[in-house]
């Protein structure tokens, strides 16, 4: 039985985020975790999150977490009770913390795993961990969201670049099946609602509310055009490891104002040939030569992109996106144009280590779907990751459940 094409743009997945400018560095190592036996109870570091982030400053700060199950797009809390979802306290405080030592600027470090003996989650699901600060949940410093799965389908998924728009060209195509293995579940496909991302991004992400074909035990999503996404490119990158040495994609390093900087490369705008590069799709690692303790002795260093551009694009903007930006487009990443030196700038203060970089431009008027092309290209070699998210409720129910995870490298 076919059924019409059904999508929706999504504006909110996986990420995390600050609305403070004190906090940075705010780490989570994994997009999701899976219940074991109905629960999660922190018992396994392999199935946890250890969150963390910086304070920029040595004075001690009172901070407290919660978390909140969310619907399938994130864009409101369940209809469920806490107590139905967690077990143990609603709240927590997070009492680890060490000062920074030796560093040109001062800061301190957080750190927690979440779920822990006294916080288990018991549902499959989105979820939202917020922050804040002196007890009052609406001054909120950072949030993370993440999923927790229960797996009882099966995905099977590729990427192709022959697609509906053109053959080895700008652009790669996204097929899957949900095998409905499970005998014990009755599935409807109006029940099933599937979330696509790329790199892990959120202006790109996609949700299909209906499969292109139901087949007995088998959902199929086939020759999308919703599924189409751009190939990008590979993302660009600078290590800094070092305050006296350049690292890879780094000019000069120099020490003014008390402070440390990275001049990076000039970047040029694509002469139309792939060129692999081995990346991590935007992620980042913290590093620093001659450290004990990378958490409480990296330095912050202030980092300085250049984009060579004879004159201002007039139609959009463009941003430097990845996970140092936490994937956002704000005016944290949003590049400004230098009309006496011929180029689009910007300058952020980053902790140590290495980072990945891309590009984005979003045109006027496209309700922030961002392209590669303008700067970086696109190509239908680029590795990218791609996420395959199936989320069930089933008639009834008060919340979505994620009954499946699919990673495509």
Not at 54 to 69: A, K, N
Not at 157 to 170: P, Q, S
């Amino acid at each position: 039985m076919c059924f019409l094409l059904g999508s929706l743009s999504l504006g909110a997945q996986v990420r995390t985020r600050t609305f403070n400018e004190h906090i940075r560095t705010l780490r989570v190592p994994r997009m999701y975790l899976v219940l074991q036996d109905g629960m999660i109870d922190g018992s396994e570091p392999d199935n946890t999150l250890d969150i963390s982030f910086d304070e920029m400053s040595h004075d001690v700060h009172f901070y407290t977490y919660t978390v909140r199950h969310m619907n399938a797009d994130w864009s409101r809390e369940s209809d469920i009770l806490s107590t139905e979802y967690l077990r143990g306290f609603t709240t927590q405080d997070i009492v680890d913390y060490d000062h920074s030592v030796n560093t040109s600027r001062l800061y301190t470090h957080y750190a927690f795993r979440f779920p822990n003996d006294e916080m288990i989650l018991t549902l499959s699901g989105n979820y939202r961990l917020t922050v804040y600060e002196d007890g009052n949940p609406d001054n909120r410093v950072a949030e993370v969201d993440f999923c927790v799965v229960d797996p009882k389908v099966k995905i099977e998924a590729g990427v192709r670049a022959n697609t509906d728009i053109e053959l080895n060209g700008r652009y790669q195509q996204v097929d899957f099946n949900v095998n409905l293995h499970n005998s014990d579940i009755s599935y409807q496909p109006s029940e099933i609602q599937v979330v696509v991302t790329q790199n892990n991004r959120t202006d790109n992400a996609v949700t299909l509310t209906q499969p292109t074909f139901v087949e007995p035990k088998r959902l199929r999503y086939v020759n999308n055009k919703d599924l189409i996404f751009e190939g990008g490119n590979e993302y660009h990158h600078f290590d800094a490891f070092s305050c006296f040495y350049a690292g890879t994609g780094i000019d000069r390093m120099y020490y003014e104002m008390g402070d440390y900087h990275a001049l990076l490369f000039p970047n040029e705008i694509t002469n139309g040939q792939y060129i692999h590069e081995f990346d991590s799709d935007g992620r980042f690692v913290l590093n620093a030569e001659r450290t004990q303790d990378i958490d409480t002795e990296a330095e912050y260093v202030w980092v300085h992109w250049m984009l060579p551009v004879s004159k201002p694009w007039l139609d959009g903007a463009i941003y430097i996106g990845g996970d140092i930006f936490n994937n956002e487009l704000s005016l944290k990443n949003r590049m400004q144009y230098d009309a006496d030196n011929g180029c689009y700038w910007l300058t952020a203060l980053v902790k140590q280590g290495g980072y990945d970089y891309q590009f984005w431009f979003i045109g006027k008027g496209t309700q922030y779907k961002t392209t590669t092309q303008r700067v970086d290209g696109s190509y239908w070699q680029t590795e990218n990751e791609y996420a395959v998210y199936v989320y069930w409720r089933p008639f009834g129910a008060r919340y979505d459940r994620l009954v499946g995870v699919q990673i495509l490298h």
